[in-house]
């Protein structure tokens, strides 16, 4: 790699992480290796082991990049707008826009069925999204859009909700289903009636099935 100057190194460790969840959400991340990544790069398999000891490692700073991503559509999508304004925006956001992140997230449940390493990041990473989620229930709380009642509780509620949306996303069920299901039970976990009326129509919202 180049002569290391001001800024250089944190650039270059974000474009590997780049690289590197574009090959694991592509070709899976059992089939993908730090040569892969490297040449995804455009480097030496060995520039990339100056910033990563090897996948694992990898693997994590692509959940830190994926957790800071994820605050900041939770932020932009709940900021100074009303429930339902709120929860299309991180529909859309959330499932229409991360489909590669689903890619990895249950391709990593399923080898931490008999890897303990990777079962060990997972359990660590799965704490810090739910803090996410939870900074986020406490701000809308103090916003009034949601009971201040047990918040942690909320917070676990909708972290399962949306591993399980996830699930139904990745299985290919009705995009229409899934957004159904995430207006109206994000408002059911939280305590609030949302403004708008049901409405069955598979174009609803100009979500299609």
């Known amino acids: 790699m180049p002569k290391v100057v001001p800024g250089y190194k944190e650039a270059a460790r974000s474009k590997i992480v780049m690289a590197g969840f574009k090959i ?3 070709r899976g991340y059992s089939e993908s290796t730090m040569d892969d990544v490297a040449a995804e790069v455009g480097v030496s398999k060995g520039a990339i082991y100056l910033y990563f000891l090897g996948k694992e490692d ?3 700073a692509i959940y830190e990049w994926s957790q800071e991503k994820l ?8 900021r100074e707008k009303d429930l339902d304004s709120a929860l299309e925006e991180a ?10 992140h689903f890619r990895i997230m249950f391709e990593m449940t399923g080898l931490a069925t008999y890897d303990e390493k990777i079962r060990s990041i997972l359990r660590a ?10 900074e986020l229930v406490l701000e809308q709380a103090k916003r009034g ?6 918040t ?5 509620l909708l972290t399962a909700l949306y591993a399980g949306l996830a699930r139904m996303s990745v299985l290919g069920l009705p995009a229409s289903m899934i957004h159904r299901i995430w207006m109206e039970s994000f408002a059911l976990i939280v305590g609030v009636a949302r403004e708008k ?3 069955s129509s598979p174009a609803r919202s100009g979500v299609d099935a």
């Open 24 to 26: 694991f959400s592509t």
């Open 91 to 100: 529909y859309k956001r959330l499932f229409e826009e991360r489909t590669a």
């Open 58 to 60: 990898l693997l994590q």
């Open 197 to 199: 009326q049901r409405d």
């Open 152 to 156: 942690r509780v909320m917070a676990e």
């Open 125 to 134: 990473n799965q704490e810090k999204y739910f803090v996410i989620v939870h």
């Open 71 to 78: 605050r900041e559509t939770l932020q932009s999508a709940f």
């Open 145 to 150: 859009l949601v009971k201040k009642a047990d």
